[in-house]
């Protein structure tokens, strides 16, 4: 199982994603890489290799910024290659996602996509492009681009994606594969296990299969994939334990 990580609110969100990646890595996740906006647009690395690869690799870059996604891939679709790990982008470099499980139509949607440009061998990167498609389309909403992206696509995944269009807005997305929200004083987490969250938060919100969550410095909200909204109270971390399945 990949790892996903996310963060939006008042701190810089490099620590807190390389933080959390560490604490979520396996002993056979072959690759790593974040995404982090700075406002004016979205500054990412990859690498094959584990976490301190991509630590040491971005230890004298600025990755400054309030809000960002994290990624540490065990290899499915695609070899073990810094254009096969995650973060994945759409043509124009504007939407990022981070993305756990599989897409099953991926060759489907590629042939449909012919017009954009593919740079992995992943089923990922099928999910950036209709993204960037859809929020084109509809005047510059993100959770509806999602919600509709979401409806083109077949398997069991979770998922991770921000925009260089919205500073500070992360949308994330569960059908069948653990997503966990995290929430703190003006900031929230994201992540695929629990691990990832304690550090930071107790107050913790499980996404249900097929639910999207759109999250910002204020808090969260959650939606059913029609995008009717969803009421959830958090719960303390040691009543969600059992969600805690990653090893080192």
Do not use: W
């Not at 620590?15 to 990646?21: A, N, R, S, T, V």
């Not at 470099?93 to 593919?118: P, Q, T, W, Y």
């Not at 410095?217 to 939606?223: D, K, V």
């Amino acid at each position: 199982m990949c790892g996903i990580v996310g963060y939006v609110g008042k701190r810089q969100a490099l620590g807190i994603l390389l933080g959390g990646l560490q604490r979520l890595e396996s002993q056979d996740d072959d690759s790593a890489g974040i995404v982090v906006q700075n406002g004016h647009g979205l500054t990412s690395e990859k690498v094959p290799g584990k976490v301190a690869a991509l630590r040491a690799r971005i230890s004298d870059r600025p990755f400054n910024g309030g809000s960002g996604l994290g990624h540490s891939r065990r290899a499915t679709h695609g070899g073990v290659t810094r254009a096969n790990a995650h973060p994945h982008f759409s043509c124009d470099g504007k939407f990022a996602v981070v993305h756990n499980g599989i897409v099953e139509n991926h060759d489907e949607l590629r042939r449909e996509l012919h017009r954009h440009r593919f740079s992995s061998a992943t089923d990922t990167e099928v999910i950036p492009h209709l993204i960037e498609e859809r929020y084109e389309n509809l005047g510059g909403d993100l959770l509806r681009s999602v919600m509709l992206t979401l409806k083109k696509l077949r398997g069991s995944f979770s998922l991770g994606v921000i925009t260089a269009h919205r500073p500070g807005l992360l949308v994330a997305a569960r059908v069948d594969r653990p997503l966990l929200i995290g929430l703190g004083e003006g900031e929230a987490f994201l992540a695929s296990d629990l691990s990832a969250l304690l550090p930071h938060t107790r107050r913790i919100v499980s996404l249900k299969g097929s639910e999207i969550v759109e999250m910002d410095g204020t808090g969260m909200q959650i939606f059913d994939a029609d995008l009717r909204p969803r009421s959830r109270e958090p719960r303390t971390a040691s009543s969600l334990r059992h969600l805690s399945c990653r090893t080192t």
